[in-house]
């Protein structure tokens, strides 16, 4: 787990899941998340992961896996 040190905002959480998320992206396919606006740089995630990001449809929690 990591602090976001730039704040509750798309290029914080963009920079710490690929921090946190760069050494899994052998065995990682997707990435699912909520339709936050904290994920506005979801495709920035994707490119630099080598993964796939979609994203949950409201009130559908099963779609979380």
């Not at 990682?28 to 449809?57: P, Q, S, V, W, Y």
């Given at each position: 787990m990591e602090k976001l040190t730039k704040g509750k905002n798309a290029e914080g959480l963009g920079d710490a899941v690929i921090r946190m998320m760069r050494s899994y992206t052998g065995c990682m396919h997707t990435?699912?998340?909520d339709n936050?606006?904290?994920?506005?740089?979801?495709e920035k995630i994707a490119d630099?992961?080598?993964?796939?990001?979609?994203?949950?449809h409201?009130?559908?929690?099963?779609?979380?896996?």
């Amino acid at each position: 787990m990591e602090k976001l040190t730039k704040g509750k905002n798309a290029e914080g959480l963009g920079d710490a899941v690929i921090r946190m998320m760069r050494s899994y992206t052998g065995c990682m396919h997707t990435i699912t998340a909520d339709n936050r606006t904290e994920f506005a740089r979801h495709e920035k995630i994707a490119d630099k992961l080598n993964t796939r990001f979609f994203f949950a449809h409201p009130y559908a929690s099963w779609e979380w896996g």
